[in-house]
């Protein structure tokens, strides 16, 4: 479990200012989600999370480790976060066993036999041990998201970002990934979440931020933001999602 500090967090693509001054915590074992509408700057702020993205200024704290510091180990640092994204990016030639195991390999250079029982555990979790020996065109979305889960979890993660990670899905595979992702709130983990998913935020969140322009307009608990927003930029947000 981690703790992750932002302040005055900036990035600019070009003359573009994509993030404009962003401040926020997340405490150990806290569950944040983040909405707003589209080009607001979400994906960008996760990205900076783990410098996918390189700030323009700004600090991002993660686990008391300062990822803004130009002697940081990023690569280090970075093992430490695991991110899922809208698209599952599995390697599709791989079966699922490898694709939850190579990282652990080559990065973490565990053993062949634990990377092997790590793959078993987290699929386990995931719902997901009858499919080690699948490939991942063979699984539906919502069972590749959750390999993807999986794949994340098998770093032994202290922090786990997600990108609209039910955006990509058929309706009727969202609850499942929605149910691990509860599973694993519950079991505190830190979570930084980007989702449209209005139920998902207010029930599982302890803090809803929302963004637009590139600015957090308001972050509280989901009973205020979502349930009773102040600001009216919010209020016309949800009105076109709820
Ligand atoms: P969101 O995830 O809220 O939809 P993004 O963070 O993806 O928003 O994008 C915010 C803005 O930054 C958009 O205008 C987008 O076009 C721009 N942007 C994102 N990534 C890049 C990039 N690598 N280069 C240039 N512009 C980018
Ligand atoms: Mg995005």
Do not use: W
């Not at 694993?184 to 637009?212: I, P, S």
Request: hydrophobic fraction near 40%.
């Amino acid at each position: 479990m981690s703790t992750v500090e932002i302040s005055d967090l900036h990035k600019s693509f070009g003359r573009l200012e994509v993030l404009k001054g962003i401040d926020f915590t997340v405490e150990s074992g806290q569950v944040v989600c983040v909405i707003g509408p589209s080009g607001s700057g979400k994906s960008t702020l996760l990205r900076c999370v783990n410098l996918l993205e390189q700030p323009t200024s700004g600090k991002v704290i993660v686990d008391g480790v300062d990822l803004t510091d130009p002697d940081v180990d990023i690569d280090a640092a970075r093992r430490r976060i695991g991110m899922v994204f809208q698209q599952f990016n599995l390697f599709p030639h791989l079966t699922v066993r490898r694709n939850v195991t190579i990282a652990q390999e080559r990065v973490l250079k565990r053993r062949r036999d634990e990377c092997d029982s790590v793959a078993r555990e987290n699929l386990e979790k995931v719902g997901l041990l009858e499919k080690l020996d699948a490939y991942p065109p063979q699984l539906s979305g919502g069972q590749q998201q959750r390999v993807a889960i999986a794949r994340a979890l098998a770093m032994n993660p202290s922090l786990m970002l997600f990108d609209e990670p039910t955006s990509a899905l058929d309706p009727e595979l969202v609850g499942d990934v929605l149910s691990v992702m509860r599973q694993l709130a519950e079991d505190g983990m830190t979570m930084l979440v980007v989702t449209h998913e209005m139920g998902f935020a207010r029930e599982v969140a302890d803090r809803v931020v929302f963004m637009d322009g590139g600015v957090i307009v308001e972050d509280g608990p989901p009973e205020q933001v979502i349930a009773d927003p102040r600001h009216e930029r919010t209020r016309e947000f949800l009105r076109r999602v709820l």
